[in-house]
């Protein structure tokens, strides 16, 4: 099993900055794509970054590329995801997921097996 646990969320103003945090821990040596996911009230949870831990590929949606960027500690097994030129849009939970098969379709919910709590992220206009 892996533990994933978000933090760095907050309410910010719009044009702002914030640093998403996912730290892993237990079988994290069984996963190989990383993500971000987020989800707003009232609507279905969507992508927004991914990361293939063999390759380095990253994916973004459309909606936050230029603006988001998602990288990784090894060492510190943390997954992080930098969020620039944030917009009142951008307000929802972000979760962070892990998955096992190295193929796996960065940017489809279907390719994770493990998922965090979640943090919020909240844009004010």
């Known amino acids: 099993q892996v533990q994933l646990v978000e933090s760095g969320g907050g309410l910010v103003q719009a044009g702002g900055s914030l640093r998403l945090f996912c730290a892993a821990s237990?079988?994290?040596?069984?996963?190989?794509?990383e993500g971000w996911f987020r989800q707003a009230p009232g609507k279905e949870r969507e992508f927004v970054a991914g990361?293939?831990?063999?390759?380095?590929?990253?994916s973004y949606a459309d909606t936050v590329k230029g603006r988001f960027t998602i990288y990784r500690d090894s060492a510190k097994n943390i997954l992080y995801m930098e969020m620039n030129s944030l917009k009142p849009e951008d307000t929802a939970g972000y979760y962070c997921?892990?998955?096992?098969?190295?193929?796996?379709?960065?940017?489809?919910?279907?390719?994770?097996?493990?998922w965090g709590q979640g943090t919020q992220v909240t844009i004010s206009s």
């Open positions: 990361i293939s831990r063999i390759s380095g590929i990253t």
């Open positions: 997921a892990a998955g096992r098969r190295p193929g796996a379709r960065l940017s489809s919910m279907t390719g994770y097996d493990y």
């Open positions: 237990g079988r994290t040596g069984n996963t190989n794509v």
